[in-house]
């Protein structure tokens, strides 16, 4: 029960103290094509060229270059946005438009760091 406790008090200081954020999130996959980057291609609209682990945010929920947690996908760098990406909604960066269609629409838990 102690544990749960020192758990719940390290995540409460952590919200308070280094700007934790967390929600629920529609998560999609975009890549570097005409379709889904347009005239940017692989350049992120923080000028670096994206790789995996790069995200698409709503720059007035996630502020750029924030480290972003997914339940189940892992870590992401917020470093682009995208004109379909608003609210809680992230875009994540995929090699291939094959991969990014096939990544569907999912509804996962976030947390991010900023
Ligand atoms: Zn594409």
Redesign the pocket.
Known sequence: MTGYVKIISLILLAILFLSVRFGMFKITG????????GKWGRFTHTGILAKKGVCAVDTKVIPFHSVVFVSGLGMFEAEDTGAKVKDKHIDIF?N??ED??NFGIKRRFVIWLI
């Not at 975009?30 to 980057?37: E, N």
């Open positions: 975009y890549c570097p094509c005409q379709k889904c980057s995929f291939n438009h990014a269609v």
